[in-house]
């Protein structure tokens, strides 16, 4: 029963939640105006040149870079042996396997055996900085630890408890097509497994969602076309409260006085 | 990397004292904000926050996805200056961050402690007071954010937050206030505005021997000169400076009695009172029928 829940219902629950979730932060963000133009400059000013650098924030993280040298290799490194890591894995959802995945396993392996040391990096610099270790929150050190156990089991049934990786594609691949075929597995498995549905089920919800909302980020992605007039979409008129001595109309009263020479 | 100002140690709490005065009730009422703060503050404030969340999609965002790297941390010269934790950016928006977690996010709601979500009472309001009016809104944080989190945004909602319940500043407040009663911060009214151009054509005869106008409320000149009010009254010399660049240049222009203020601190309060003031520079534009807005600050 216990089998059942953890490698039938759960995957579904948590794959349902993770989707349904991540696509409600994305509607959420969605419908949410954009009020006033607040890119951050120097911007480009054309559509392929605002492409160009959202595809470079996301690759290559140039504004961490400019803050924290060191961060950055580490939140860099971590991020590329992660979907190296994701794509190597695509074996046991893809059959037959294609071509290019087959030509990034050894080095999705690699990936996989070094991940630790950027996470292992990534956690100490939150406990050895003060200030970093101020502003870390629970939040933090739980996905950094979910990742951490995630990668060490992960690895360990590389190298020592090598797993029947047959069943574990029949596995995947009868979740899938909906003709679950579950069978005994490792217990070091069904924990990377089941600490997978888990990071899955929190990913929506806390901080790991930074991952799509860059894309919604207003400072990064809007074009610094300063020419073209920017409309608020909830935009209200103003007016004068009777406390207000200059409002507009004492305003235009003086011009008109000006204009037919009387004095102020 | 050269660091020209060294990371100082965080010292909890040491910029907590360097509290704004509150604003006076004759000025809130001129700006269309409540006197003093009502009974029920606090539903006030989460009714606004409400509808800033729903309004600015960087405000929520920014709440959203920070991962708190740190990256800005070190990067705020009001942390620098005072070693405040609570000045780094990240630290400034995580005051409103886990307010807006506890009531407005399923995450903050569900697993409070993970989303360090806290209620609003009255000890979270005075951190909101006095550490969101020590940012200057200056945005250097947003440069060195991966993701490009303005912390700007997050201060400029909190203080719209606290004003709708009728907490702001008196340095704030007092001078939007003077922009509606005489059009510029400084208070200066129309006819000393008049007189200040006048001693300055005076005195530019007198000293450089120039016939150089200052053209005031000139109905029809091509140009609206919208200087800080400050160069009409203590920084004079670029206002002559401007009259010189426009006279030989043959430009004819003019300031007006309406809207002679290039710094609009509508900014540093709330969306409504910005709007305000800046109408003013289109208003003064429309009256005077001029072709152009010349606009510095």
Known sequence: MATKFLFIYLPYISVGIFILGVLYQFWRWARTPVPLRIVITPAPKTR???????????????????????????????????????????????????????????????????IPI???????????????????????????????????????????????????????????????????????????????????IYFPF???????????????????????????????????????????????????????GKKE | MKVPVSIPAIKIGSAGHQVCHPAKEKDMVKIDLPKERPPDWKGAMLKKMAEVLNKY?????????????????????????????????????????????????LGGKVWGRANESAELNETVLKDWYVYFYQCSQCRRCSVFCPYGIDTAEVTMAARE?????????????????????TGNNLGIWAPAWKDNCAFLEEDLKDTEGLDIKFPVDAVGAEVLLIPPSADNFVN????????????????????????????????????????KINNRIIEAARQLQVKKIYWGE
């Not at chain 2, 010399?237 to 007006?256: C, E, L, P, V």
Request: aromatic content about 16%; proline content about 3%.
């Open chain 2, 57 to 105: 999609r960087s405000v929520r965002l920014f709440l959203d996805i920070c991962v708190k790297c740190g990256a800005c941390a070190d990067k705020c010269q009001f942390f620098l200056g005072t070693g405040d934790p609570k000045n780094m950016p990240v630290a400034r928006a995580d005051l409103l961050r886990k307010v807006y977690q506890r009531y407005f996010t």
């Open chain 2, 236 to 275: 004079t010399n670029t206002m002559i400076g401007y009259a010189k660049i426009f006279h030989a240049a043959g430009i004819s222009w003019t300031t007006s009695t309406y809207c002679n203020e290039g710094g609009n601190f509508g900014l540093f309060l709330n969306y409504a009172n910005l709007k």
């Open chain 1, 48 to 114: 392929k040149g605002l492409a160009l650098r959202l595809i470079g924030d996301v690759l290559l993280f140039p504004s961490l870079f400019k803050a924290d040298k060191l961060l950055w290799a580490g939140g860099f490194l971590f991020h590329v042996f992660l979907w190296l890591v994701i794509l190597r894995h695509l074996r046991y959802f893809l059959y037959p396997v294609p071509g290019w995945v087959e030509a990034i396993q050894t080095a999705g392996l690699y990936a996989g055996y070094l």
């Open chain 1, 206 to 260: 806390g901080k790991l969602m930074h991952s799509g909302g860059l894309f919604f980020s207003s400072t990064r992605n809007q074009r610094a076309n300063f020419e073209e007039r920017f409309v608020n979409p909830w935009d209200f008129s103003v007016s004068y409260n009777v406390q207000n001595l200059f409002p507009p109309e004492k305003y235009r009263e003086t011009l008109k006085g000006m204009r037919e």
């Open chain 1, 118 to 200: 950027p996470l292992a990096f990534l956690l100490a610099r939150r406990l050895i900085f003060e200030r970093t270790l101020y502003i870390s929150i629970l939040g933090d050190f739980f996905a950094l630890f979910l990742l951490l156990a995630i990668s060490l089991s992960g690895i360990l049934l590389q190298v020592f408890f090598r797993t029947y990786i047959v069943d574990v594609k029949a596995l995947i691949l009868g979740l899938i097509y909906f003709q679950p075929a579950i069978s005994d597995y490792h217990w070091l498995f069904t924990l990377h497994f089941v600490l997978i549905m888990v990071l899955l």
């Open chain 2, 161 to 181: 937050i606290m004003a709708a319940a009728g907490v702001a500043t008196k340095y704030v407040t007092e001078v939007v206030a003077k922009v509606y009663d």
